[in-house]
Every structure is written in structure tokens, then in C-alpha cells.
């Protein structure tokens, strides 16, 4: 079988060095095949984070050549293997060992976005009542994974390292979900616009070209919800007929 | 077994340093290029302040970097101007140029669209080059504080690029009209027609299918149910919004080739051909 390179870098805590290592490849594999096979024949001591194989727990996150994608997603036909594949872990979160990042503080984000808040039931029995269509639009805010890519290509964390001021494009979908929702009555654009940092978004799609799940993260989600953010904040039109309109119902 | 090298995380790289092997640096400079040679030849072609109108058989082709053309360029009576020639209370000492009288609208529809944000705070800032590409300043301010805050007066300029689109159609059906021998005015499709035409589709498609129009007609709310024509249109704009970059950037290619196609009539170097 045809061999090929993989340079992981290797470490704890942010020191380490990149590390070579060759192994056999074989038709239909995976980079996290890859590593598994240095892990039982070369480097049983190789952190590496997974489970399910099947790009749906968001686990194997790391950046493969450069770009931050899932290691079980990553077939290795789709890669240069007369060159070493390089494999690090993400750049946006803290480090821990080997391929292994700290992603603990998009739990704490996720607590800090007010939760749904829905209507009073629309019937006797406790239940709602809301079209198809109209909870058709969230529904994609759903198939995030959580797998932290977007979080690491996006360069106000991976670079400017906002973390205290920006939640990142996975809350500014999880918020989008919630917002958009029909049922909804809670008002988080204030929240947006100072606490959150939508403002700091610079619309570089990079959240969107990563996603595994193809959610159409910076159209349908950051932009309608920079959108909604004008209206409140920075049109003065939409202001005076705001006066007019009724808010939300609770 | 090799070392290469250590780092920490989280890190911060230089400029242009990645790890990618693909050619990254292609996109950002392709369009450094296309906007850079768009802007120099607007403003060279503002500053010309003429082969602006074309009537070489019978034609009525106006470019659209003149359109809607408030007042005729002085010594240059087109039949196009809304006012007619320059007004007599003109400052002798500023130039005159009707370009810029609305050429503000389309130019800061384009600088404020999201699309082109995106594309330009790469192209020009390097803000970042390109995805997970080290980037030059390590500072960051975004879109919360001036300048870029001013981005949120998009829909401003919105709303006038949506009259220019009906000026840029009723340009279109102008175009269709050929004045004959004896002066009379009849039905009439040259190649410029069907540039002009084209130049006003696209030019929709691209404004049509901005993100400020899909939040306008229906985006800002979270219920569209029995709401059928609100619903049609927000997913005719979705649609449109879908395909914004490709509309963002034929349409910006074909309006400069359409104010081309006519500076070259006009000139007397092409002559437009007449189809029927």
C-alpha cells in the first residue's frame, strides 16, 4: 500500500513541535484514519479528540493544511499526499495536548444568550400553533454541530482574540435560531450590539466556507441579524415607525 | 520522526502566514485588480465629461455613468438632460462634472453592500487576506466603531439605487426608440439596445437581490404564514440573494462595459449595429 506523510504538531499547554509520521494509506480513507493508525502503531500517547466518525458530534476538529475541517470528514484523496499533510489543532481556543483544544468557553458563551421565550400557548391544551414555513427558516440554525470551526476560522477570535467582547459566528446562529423563531417573544438586540459584538463581524464568509453542515452562516443568520440590529439602532425611518407598530406579544 | 519548530496557542501569526497550500492569495488579489481598474476607469470616465450619449443612426443610447443625466455637459446637448444645461448659478470656479452628480448613489450602494464588505476588507485591508491567513495589524476594531460603523447607512443608499434602477429601465426603453429621417420615432433593436437592456437587468438582479432588500420585504419578520405576496417576494429576493456575488460582480462588469460599448460609438471608433 502507498505510504504518506503526516506532520502533527504535537505538545501541552502551547509548547510543543511539529512531528512527522508515515503510514499506509488506503483507498476511502479519512485523516482521522490516518491518525488512528499513528496512534495504535506509532504514538499511543497521541490526544486526539473523537466519536462518532461520521461528522454529526463535531468532536474531530482541527486544521488540516492550513484550514480548519473535521479529521473524519477529510477524505485523503481530496488531499496533495506527495507532500506532508500537516494537522494542528485549532487556533482559536486554548491548547491542551496534541490535537486536543479547550472549547469550554463556547459553554459559558452559550449561557449567556437569553434562552427561547415563546408566546403564551395559543390553545387550551398548552400547545402553538405556527406554519411550516415560517419555522422552515430556523430549522438550518439547527444543523449546527457544534463543532467549533467557524469559531477558529474567524478572525476576530483566531486573531484578535475578542473573546470577552464577541461571541463568535456559532452563538450569532444559535441567537438567529431563537430570534427568528415564530413562537418568540424575547428581545436580544441589544444584547447583539453591545454585549455580543455583532458589530465586529466584517462579513469575510470564512464561517460559512467552513461549516460541515453547509449552513448558510453570514447570509442567513450574522447579516439579517446586523439587519435587525440598523433597525433598532441605526435607522432613524424605521425608528418613527417603530412608535407605531406594536412590539412583540408576550 | 522530525521536529519542525513550536508554537503557542493561542497564537497570533504574521502577515501571510499560513498554513494552506492552495493559492489563497488569488482571490484577494483578483479582486484588488477588478475593483482597483473599476474605480480608475469611473473616475477617468467622470472626468472626461463626454461620448457619454450616442445618436449615430437614429440612436438614443445614454451611458449609464451619466444616468440620470441632470444636466447636459456645457457645449454637449444630448436631449437626455432632466434640467437641460448647466445652471447659470454654477460657480465659475468649480468644475463641472454631471457624473458626479449621481454617480454617489451606485457608488455607495456598492461600497456599503455587504457582499462587497466582505470582499474588499480582504482585497484591500487584508482583514484578514483570506481565510486563516495571518493578518498585518493586530489591532481590530470592525464594524462597531467610526469609520465602519457608517456601514449601517447601507439601506440608505438603498433606497435611491432602487430609482436608479427604474431610470436605468426607462434608459433601456429609450434605447428601443430610434428617431428616423423626418424625425419621427419608431420601434428599433441595435446591439446597443440589448447592452443597455442587459446593463438594467443586471444592475436589478444585483440590487434586487441585496441583503437589505431581503430584510426589507420580509426578513425582519418571523411570520410570513397568510401572508402570500410577502412571502412570494421574500422568496423571488432569497433567490435573487442566493446568487448575490455572482449578480455583484456582472453586474458591475457589464455597466462599465455598457458605458464602454457607447463612449466607443460615440467616439466614432465602433459603429453600433443595427439589428432591426
Known sequence: MPKATFRIWRGERGDGAWVDFETEVSEGMVVLDAVHDIQAEQAADLAVRWNCKAGKCGSCSAEINGMPRLMCMTRLDTLPLDEPVTIEPMKAFPHVRDLVTDVSWNYEVKKRIKPFKPRPPDAADGTWRMAQEDVERVQEFRKCIECFLCQDVCHVLRDHHKHDSFIGPRFLVHTAGLEMHPLDTEDRLADLKEKQGIGYCNITKCCTKVCPEHITITDNAIIPLKERVVDEFYDPIAKLFRIFRPKKTE | ?276
Open chain 2, 1 to 276: 520522526m522530525t521536529t519542525n519548530g513550536d508554537f503557542r496557542l493561542p497564537q497570533t501569526r504574521g502577515f501571510g502566514e499560513t498554513a494552506r497550500r492552495d493559492r489563497w492569495w488569488v482571490q484577494p488579489t483578483v479582486v484588488f485588480l477588478a475593483l482597483s481598474a473599476f474605480i480608475v476607469y469611473a473616475t477617468f470616465r467622470a472626468l472626461e465629461n463626454g461620448y457619454h450619449h450616442y445618436e449615430g443612426g437614429g440612436a438614443q443610447y445614454l451611458s449609464p455613468f451619466y444616468s440620470p443625466l441632470l444636466f447636459d455637459v456645457p457645449g454637449d446637448p444630448s436631449g437626455h438632460a432632466w434640467f437641460g444645461d448647466k445652471p447659470s448659478w454654477w460657480p465659475a470656479l468649480i468644475p463641472f462634472f454631471p457624473a458626479f452628480f449621481i454617480l454617489w448613489g451606485p457608488g455607495g450602494m456598492r461600497f456599503t453592500c455587504y457582499y462587497y464588505r466582505g470582499a474588499y476588507y480582504k482585497a484591500f485591508w487584508a482583514d484578514p487576506p483570506n481565510c486563516a491567513v495571518g493578518e498585518p495589524r493586530k489591532g481590530y476594531r470592525g464594524e462597531r466603531s467610526f469609520p465602519l460603523i457608517m456601514q449601517n447607512i447601507h439601506r440608505y443608499f438603498f433606497y435611491p439605487a432602487c430609482a436608479f434602477i427604474a431610470v436605468l429601465a426607462w434608459d433601456g426603453f429609450v434605447a428601443t426608440r430610434f428617431t428616423g429621417a423626418d424625425g419621427s420615432t419608431h420601434f428599433g433593436v441595435g446591439l446597443g439596445t440589448i447592452i443597455i437592456c442587459m446593463n438594467a437587468i443586471l444592475l436589478g438582479g444585483y440590487t434586487f437581490g441585496c441583503h437589505c432588500m431581503r430584510h426589507l420585504i420580509g426578513g425582519r419578520l418571523n411570520a410570513l404564514a397568510g401572508k402570500p405576496i410577502q412571502r412570494a417576494c421574500y422568496d423571488c429576493v432569497s433567490a435573487l440573494n442566493k446568487r448575490h456575488m455572482l449578480w455583484a460582480w456582472s453586474s458591475l462588469v457589464w455597466v462599465g462595459f455598457t458605458d464602454f460599448y457607447i463612449r466607443m460609438c460615440a467616439s466614432g471608433a465602433w459603429t453600433d449595429w443595427r439589428i432591426f
